[in-house]
């Protein structure tokens, strides 16, 4: 058994000092240390996915990330590791609760993610370890999560089959009485085949914006959009990991707290990672702003139709908290909203509806995904 202090120092020393994860009652005293540290970040993420992406924006910005969440949680963390963190090579520590692997009671619906939670690991190119059991086994076990991260760019695991953190049951939750509320603005006034095409919004996005934000993009059509455009360093396409883009821009801006952050978003992935909406609003950064590009279609995979006709997304995000929510179709009040986005406090949210009809058009950047990483965090350490 070890104090949840002795391993939050040792982290601390290495610098991974932002940290995202979901509840788990394993990881419940580092959870509850976390949240109360005056040196670590610790966000409540809604999914490990998100998490994950959290985590890889971190990095992206300057520090390796960490993420904790229980075995049956790196089911839908796989996604992100798969297809972010292992195509850009971007690391983060993940410690990983395998419940249900020693036959414990009550833990049957964890079994089966319980037994193949290190093949499954393996499988995904992240190297692992038992979780350490003593406090003087900290020190080594960082030591090799550390080097075997720098060697090969790619998360590294911590497993923990039993309890292994004093409880700290008696540090009472944070309390939070939210963000206050706002009304959403704005509304839609053209008829489907009057609305502008995608890399029409995009444009109006980009001529807004002053070139020293962090431009963050989905995956997709918006990307390859967004990069015929014109590739500048500090954009980032989010290729791979649709609906992790919002997520990925608060890791960044968590660390980057300097910096004004600009997420473009798609009415598919949005909906896929609708938690962010929650997140981002709860954790309020001042200098973000979300722009939703909204098709009514998944574009990039043949136009099936998404089911956003039915979402009102900034009554959405104005729900969750975002301190400014518009809505849109008119390319002209796109660059309106986005400077005022930048002039009042955020988190801010666009909904801009595009034409479903587009000429066809890149799909992903004719960048690697090295050069992509590379580029983006030469840019955003230099400034």
Not at 238 to 243: I, L, Q
């Amino acid at each position: 058994m070890i104090e949840a202090r002795d391993f939050i120092d040792a982290c601390l020393k290495r610098e991974f000092t932002v940290w995202s994860g979901v509840p788990c009652p394993l990881l419940d005293p580092l959870i509850r240390l976390a949240s109360h540290s005056q040196n670590l970040d610790y966000l409540a993420a809604t999914c490990a996915r998100e998490a994950t992406a959290i985590a890889a924006g971190a990095y992206l910005g300057g520090r390796v990330g960490v993420v904790l969440c229980e075995s049956s949680g790196l089911g839908g963390a796989i996604d992100p590791i798969a297809s972010l963190a292992f195509p850009y090579r971007i690391p983060m520590l993940i410690i990983v609760s395998r419940r249900g692997s020693q036959g414990q009671g009550g833990a049957s619906e964890h079994e089966i993610m319980g037994r193949i939670t290190g093949d499954l690991l393996l499988r995904a190119r992240v190297d692992w370890e038992p979780f350490p059991e003593r406090s003087e086994a900290i020190d080594a076990a960082l030591v090799r999560a550390q080097e075997s991260m720098e060697s090969s760019g790619l998360p590294y695991a911590l497993v923990m089959d039993e309890p292994s953190v004093a409880d700290h049951s008696h540090l009472a939750t944070n309390a939070s009485e939210g963000p206050p509320r706002t009304e959403p603005q704005g509304g839609f006034e053209c008829s489907a085949a009057e609305r502008m095409s995608r890399v029409t919004a995009i444009r109006a996005v980009r001529d807004a914006l002053s070139g020293t934000e962090a431009l963050i993009a989905t995956a997709g059509h918006t990307c390859g959009d967004l990069y015929s455009l014109g590739h500048r360093s500090s954009q980032f396409y989010v290729v791979g990991a649709m609906g992790c883009a919002a997520a990925v821009g608060l890791g960044i801006g968590r660390v980057r707290r300097d910096r004004d952050i600009v997420v473009l978003d798609g009415d598919g992935a949005a909906l896929m990672g609708l938690g962010s909406l929650a997140t981002i609003g709860h954790y309020g950064p001042r200098r973000f702003t979300h722009i939703l590009l909204d098709n009514e279609v998944h574009a990039s995979t043949g136009g099936q139709p998404s089911v956003s006709p039915s979402v009102d997304f900034a009554a959405v995000a104005s729900a969750c908290g975002y301190r400014n929510a518009w809505s849109t179709d008119d390319p002209r009040e796109i660059a309106e909203r986005v400077r005022e986005a930048h002039r009042a406090p955020g988190p801010s949210f666009l909904h801009v509806k595009t034409s479903s009809i587009e000429a066809g058009g890149p799909a992903a950047p004719g960048l690697s995904p090295h050069q992509i990483k590379a580029q983006f965090m030469d840019w955003i350490q230099g400034l």
